[in-house]
């Protein structure tokens, strides 16, 4: 259903805790590709920055 949902919205902005970044978890919400915006905490991972800049996503 929140597939579904993201697939048919004209944006995807995802809350990202830093503390959550390499967690395991037992579902995915989806790929980075997916997203258009992410919000965080400011203490995101530099390999992730750099996986957002590739796939052209913006992060606060």
């Known amino acids: 259903m929140k597939s579904t949902a993201m697939h048919q919205s004209d944006q995807v902005i995802v809350l990202m805790d830093s503390s959550k970044v390499g967690k395991k978890c037992s579902y995915k919400i989806c790929d980075i590709s997916d997203v258009d915006l ?14 957002c800049q590739k796939n052209q996503v913006i992060v606060l």
Do not use: A
């Open 38 to 51: 992410i919000i965080s905490d400011g203490k995101l991972p530099e390999d992730l920055l750099e996986e």
